[in-house]
Structures are given as C-alpha cells and as structure tokens.
C-alpha cells in the first residue's frame, strides 16, 4: 500500500496517514488485549485524529514545481496504515509475542519477499532500471537499517511492552516526515496539512498518554 501510494501523493501526506496507525492498535487493543482499554481521552483522542485525517485528505497544497497528493495516493496509505496496526495486533496477541523478535522479523521477509516480487513482476515492474549510487544507498539503508534493524527492534519492543506505549514513541515521526518533505523534496506546507499534522499528533498523544 505504502509505495504505490508515495507514487500518487506526497511525502508529508503518506507520513501522517502511514502514523494513524496507533488508531487501529489502540480500538483493537481494546477487545484482543487485556488491560490495555479505551478511555474517554483515548475516545477524544480518536476523534481528534479522524478529524486530522479528513482535513489531510481533503487538503491539496501544492509547492510551486512539485506534484501534488491525489486522494487515491491518500487512500493508499491509510490502507498501510491499516495493515500496519492489524500486523502489530497480530504481534502482540497472539502466540507470536513469546517467539524470538528476530524469527518474527525473518518470516515476515520471507513470506512477503517471495510474495512482492510475484506481485512486481504480475504488474510489469522491471526491477532497478538505473542501479546508481543513490539507488544502491537507498536499497541498501532500506535492507539492513528498515528492514533488518528497525523491524526486528520494535518487534521486541512489542513483544516486551503494551502496544500503545511503544507507538507513542513514533508519535514525532509525521512532523519530521513533514519537515524532511519540505526541506528536501520543496514539499508544501499549507494550512490543511498543518492543522491535520497537529489534529493527529494530539489525537495520538491522548491516545496514548498514560491514565
């Protein structure tokens, strides 16, 4: 969902769309996970960020001299999200919470790898056209640093602590993602997606304070 999705809007839109996902943790935590229940600032918290979320997708700022996010784009990776916070559920409460972080991290590259590449071939994706430096650097940060590091890492920390705490601490991820958009990439930076950006991050922060 996550790439297709970047290919049909823009960085600071998928950033904060991709990081909804500690909704999706914290109402299913709700019924799969015992002790870890909604509140009524968990609930205002929900609220605060649906509403984030419809001003992100109903915003379309637009940079001079760059392309502009597209509700399908959008839609994309809030599926991501989606699919992130049911992964992070399955993790955590099920049988998988007792298996070795790293042997998580192992299947789900080698079920998905096989898997992604039928899918990339099905729909005529040629693989690396243009094998430079900065292709390579980035093929290989995503590898071993995403991939490798960053999977495995908060496997474990799903696996050691309550869910929605370990999603609080990538609460600060949507405003870098929409800083490194606008620094990098001359991404805009228009009303909509500063109020969604601030919707979302104190919905989430309610969510997942403690109390």
Known sequence: FLYP??????????????????LVVAVGAHFLIPGDRLTAAKVVGLLLALAGVAVVLTGRDVAHGTSGPTLAGDLLCL?????????????????????????????????????LIALSLELGEMGVVDPNPAVLGAFAFTVVFVAF???????????????TKVMAFLMLTPAFGVVAGYVLLGEALGPSLLVGLVLVVAGLWLVNRRG
């Open 5 to 22: 999705g970047l290919e049909r809007t823009t960085v600071a839109h998928a950033v904060i769309l991709l990081y909804t996902s500690p």
């Open 79 to 115: 599926g991501g999200a989606l699919a992130w916070g049911a992964l992070t559920l399955c993790i955590r409460a099920t049988r998988l919470a007792t298996v070795p972080a790293e042997r998580v991290t192992f299947f789900q590259l080698a079920i998905s790898g096989p898997v």
């Open 149 to 163: 590091f960053v999977f495995t890492t908060t496997t474990w920390l799903f696996q050691s602590y309550p869910a």
